[in-house]
């Protein structure tokens, strides 16, 4: 392995493990219209460019897709890509005959809501086929690491945005009395890394915007 240069305040780590500050990567389909064929394609390419990326962090990884109509879906969860994207052999197990069972009663309604309850066991990413663009992420913890994983990417505000960080702001007092004072909990707040308090800072903004501009167009009413 090749040396690396370290910048001022970068720390010498002296184990035989993978350090790096995360990785990000994005697609977007400039090809409105989605050939039954690509199904996918969008979804399949983000995870390939986050295996090329997967020395840059493998405590946790996530994806967000959105469709041409702006549909938003996101995966996230601890572990690295070929561990999290993984279907789980058991779970398909089980919904495959759950579901043939209730094609054979005849209860479409409760098979509905039984395939989006287990869609996060089963690892179910088909919802990702349609996807125009998406964006991935992979962490490496450099704030917090050991307590809870902070999977990426973060949706936030409304109408939704996502958002996906590398590297890590040292100082987030800042960023916690601003939205302290803004009538967020401060339990949230101090659960939050910096990457969940830059995108709530955000989505503040944004609802300020949005809310002033109805209001000057005098469509925005206040309850």
Do not use: W
């Not at 469709?67 to 938003?72: D, P, Y």
């Not at 949706?155 to 007092?173: A, C, I, Q, R, T």
């Amino acid at each position: 392995m090749a040396p690396t240069s370290l910048r001022v305040g970068d720390k010498l780590h002296k184990d035989d493990k993978l350090h790096e500050k995360c990785g990000v990567f994005g697609i977007y389909k400039f090809n409105q219209d989605v050939p039954q064929s690509n199904l996918g394609d969008i979804f399949k390419q983000t995870l390939a460019g986050l295996l090329g990326l997967q020395h840059r962090g493998q405590e946790a990884t996530g994806i967000a897709t959105f469709t041409n109509n702006n549909e938003l879906n996101i995966s996230k969860g601890s572990g690295t890509v070929s561990d999290f994207f993984k279907k789980n052999p058991f779970f398909e197990a089980i919904k495959e005959k759950v579901n043939y069972f209730m094609d054979t009663i005849g209860l479409p309604s409760f098979k509905s809501t039984f395939n989006e309850t287990f869609k996060e066991y089963s690892k179910d990413f088909s919802a990702h086929n349609y996807a125009q663009k998406a964006i991935g992420h992979l962490l490496y913890a450099t704030s917090k690491a050991g307590e809870r994983v902070h999977a990426q990417p973060i949706k936030e505000g409304e109408p939704p945005f996502v958002l996906v960080h590398n590297g890590n702001l040292p100082d987030v007092d800042n960023l916690k009395a601003f939205l302290s004072g803004k009538g967020h909990p401060e339990n949230i707040l101090n659960e939050s890394n910096d990457s969940e308090l830059m995108a709530k800072t955000i989505a503040q903004f944004q609802a300020e915007i949005i809310k002033k501009r109805a209001e000057t167009n005098g469509s925005y009413k206040v309850i």
